[in-house]
């Protein structure tokens, strides 16, 4: 079999690549070793994880209803564990139904098989159903290698235990465990983290650096990491490392090993969430001219183009930032290069969300990048504790953050902590696509009372005209 144009890998990535390359009038065949379209994100990911934060969110609401609005009803929230389950489900499959459809009414093959390269325009396609051709083999001119990541799972982790979970086996919500350990204070683990403490779980936290989210600007992280301390009642243990995992009839032992924390303690499950890596090894690359980094990651320009002029690579296996949309665009992007369009991706704005709540968001350049990379910027910070409907709402420990760069007045980089920060960077994308200056912002009226007010209000302290702030701190621009 013969198809033009061939997707390896049907997730966020693989099926935008696909639906869009068929929308240009190319002929598409998606392979996916999965009965189901939607790949990590839909089936085991971003998807399922905000739908359990949805419940841990309400919860958390209703707690804070009691303590501090004076709404009294008896007892706590009881949680059936199978009717949550089964919602989140339903979610999924909602989603991937109408993915079925949709490469359906455009056309697009779906074969479900596992493919490896045989050569460059090649593929061996393995396994037993019926939509693999006789003989498995299928051909292409071009193939956009979308095969994504799957979790880190170090040996001395991988004990055989079903009591150690990666977060596929968290998202499956087998039970409600009365101890659950966190290995990796990153998205997975203060994500997950969250959803188990809030069903009742009582949740430890283990992360080997000295903070919560390595990498993240520390006074976005802030609000929250007092948030998941109190939420894991103290235990939450940086600069530690965790040695060894033994089962010990149904417990997990687990040795730690840091300054702050030292000696071994059981769990009822544990999660490892210590990142993930991408899906490049058993694939026969090497069979191709794709060049692989030792970090794994097929190396590609910003057209998506590997080093095999007949093999484009996109999403989580491309590399760094592993997240959907960034998946999703690389994929439209290479869709419009092979239907010979002028298209490339320029990963200024990217922009990047916690889901845990508050949530963290940021988008462009970070303060931790300017600091490291030395590039001059001006910080204008907004606290929330001044916004009308953070009050109002009772979220006032969030702050909205822009960067600017001082020489052009324009905005380089957002950074917001807060309920909803996840909807609020949007705004801050777009100023930083369309290189907006801070004026651009202030003077776009912003609906009243809104949480997208304090991105404004960051702007006005930059023009030291923010009326709900007393004297404004202005920070002088600074290397660093
Ligand atoms: C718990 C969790 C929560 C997440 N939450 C978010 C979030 O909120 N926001 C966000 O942006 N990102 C989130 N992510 C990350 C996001 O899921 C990934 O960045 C995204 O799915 C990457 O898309 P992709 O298309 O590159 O690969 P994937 O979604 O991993 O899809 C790859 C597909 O390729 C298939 N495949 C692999 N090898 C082969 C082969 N040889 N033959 C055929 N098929 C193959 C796989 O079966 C899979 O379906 C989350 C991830 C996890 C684990
Ligand atoms: N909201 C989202 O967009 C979202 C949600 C979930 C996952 N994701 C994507 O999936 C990726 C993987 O998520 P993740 O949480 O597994 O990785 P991560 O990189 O976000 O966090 C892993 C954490 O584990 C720590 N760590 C590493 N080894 C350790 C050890 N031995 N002991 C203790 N801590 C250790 C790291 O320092 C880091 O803080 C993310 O980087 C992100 O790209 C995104």
Not at 37 to 61: D, F, N, Q, W, Y
Not at 102 to 122: C, E, H, M, P
Not at 409 to 414: A, E, L, N, V
Request: charged share 20%.
């Amino acid at each position: 079999m013969h198809s033009p144009v061939v997707v390896l890998g049907g997730g966020p990535g693989g099926y935008a690549a696909a639906f869009l390359a068929a929308d240009e009038g190319l002929d598409v065949t998606i392979v996916e070793a999965e009965p189901r379209l939607g790949g990590t994100c839909l089936l085991r990911g971003c998807i399922p994880s905000k739908a359990l934060l949805h419940v841990a969110k309400v919860i958390h609401e209703v707690d804070d209803l009691k303590a501090n609005w004076g709404v009294e009803y008896p007892g706590k929230p009881s949680i059936d564990i199978d009717k949550v389950r089964a919602r989140k489900d339903q979610v999924i499959s909602n989603l991937t139904g109408g993915l079925g459809n949709l490469a359906k009414r455009r056309n697009v093959t779906v074969i479900q098989a596992r493919g490896t390269f045989v050569n460059s325009t090649t593929l061996q396609l393995e396994g037993d159903h019926e939509s693999i051709p006789v003989g498995g083999q299928l051909t292409f001119d071009h193939c956009i290698l979308a095969t994504g990541s799957v979790p880190a799972m170090p040996p001395a982790f991988n004990i055989g235990s079903d009591r150690v979970m990666d977060s596929t086996g968290a998202l499956a919500l087998a039970d409600i465990p009365e101890s659950m350990l966190v290995v990796g204070g990153g998205y997975i683990g203060l994500e997950m983290g969250s959803v188990y403490a809030h069903l009742g779980s009582k949740v430890t936290v283990v992360e080997l650096a000295e903070g919560l989210l390595p990498g993240a600007d520390r006074d976005l992280v802030k609000p929250l990491a007092k948030r998941i301390d109190k939420l894991c009642e103290g235990r939450v243990l940086t600069n530690t490392k965790v040695g060894s995992l033994t089962e010990v009839g149904d417990k997990i032992e687990v040795t730690f090993e840091g300054p702050a924390h030292f000696g071994h303690e059981q769990f009822d499950r544990v999660l490892v969430s210590i990142g993930r890596r991408p899906v490049t090894r058993g694939l026969g690359l090497e069979n191709t001219s794709v060049v692989v980094n030792e970090r794994g990651f097929v190396e590609c320009d910003d057209r998506q183009r590997t080093a095999d002029p007949h093999i484009l690579a996109i999403g989580d296996v491309a590399g760094d930032p592993m997240l959907a949309h960034k998946a999703t665009h690389e994929g439209r992007v290479a869709a419009e290069v092979l239907a010979g369009k002028a298209a490339s991706f320029d990963k200024k704005a990217i922009p990047a969300v916690v889901f845990t709540d508050p949530e963290i968001a940021w988008a462009g350049i970070t303060e931790t990048e300017a600091k490291r990379d030395g590039v001059k910027v001006t910080v204008e910070v907004y606290p929330w504790a001044a916004s009308g409907r953070a009050q109002a709402l009772g979220i006032t420990e969030g702050l909205t953050k822009w960067l600017v760069d001082p020489d052009s007045g324009r905005i380089i980089g957002c950074g917001i902590v807060g309920s909803g920060a996840g909807e609020l960077i949007a705004e801050a994308v777009l100023a930083i696509e369309m290189g907006c200056e801070v004026h651009d912002v202030t003077e776009s009226v912003h609906p009243h009372p809104t949480l997208s007010e304090t991105l404004m209000n960051a702007g006005e302290v930059h023009f030291g005209t923010a009326t709900e702030i007393f004297k404004p701190k202005r920070k002088p621009a600074s290397v660093g």
